[in-house]
């Protein structure tokens, strides 16, 4: 085999590994965000057994963004046993009515029902796995 031949050969092996390195990177992290996702009603419903927190927080509000962050770059503090839903301050009126929900980057901690068991405002994924009784 040829120098030249030799040189491709490597390149295109060293591009499969980091190809393939890219991959499990980009898995790792979606299955660590599958514990954050936008409020639905039909992802709320499918969460099964899993202890459910409410994010309502607004594309506007900078505490939110900041908390938004937060909880995607540490999202490993986040109890596997719990789904935190971010759920849109200004589209989900009735929620915020059910909860009394006054002001945006507040979390809530509902059971499976819906019914209330926590309300707090402020914090990240510390402060979640503090509030549902998992601190890592």
């Not at 980091?18 to 965000?33: E, F, G």
């Not at 505490?63 to 301050?89: G, H, Q, W």
């Amino acid at each position: 085999m040829g120098f030249l031949m030799k040189k491709v050969l490597f390149g295109f092996v060293a591009l499969l590994g980091m190809t393939a390195l890219a991959a499990v990177t980009a898995q790792d992290t979606m299955m660590k965000l599958e514990s954050y996702a936008p409020y639905s009603a039909k992802a709320f419903t499918e969460a099964g057994k899993l202890k459910r927190v409410l994010f309502f927080a607004a594309s506007w509000c900078p505490s939110c963004r900041s908390a938004d962050k937060d909880i995607t770059e540490n999202i490993k503090l986040i109890p596997a046993d719990t789904m935190v839903f971010k759920t849109d301050y200004d589209t989900e009126t009735a929620l915020k009515t059910k909860y009394l929900v006054t002001r945006q980057h507040t979390f809530v901690w509902v059971d499976a029902k819906g019914v209330l068991i926590k309300k707090w405002s402020g914090g990240g994924a510390s402060d979640i796995a503090k509030a549902v009784g998992s601190v890592k």
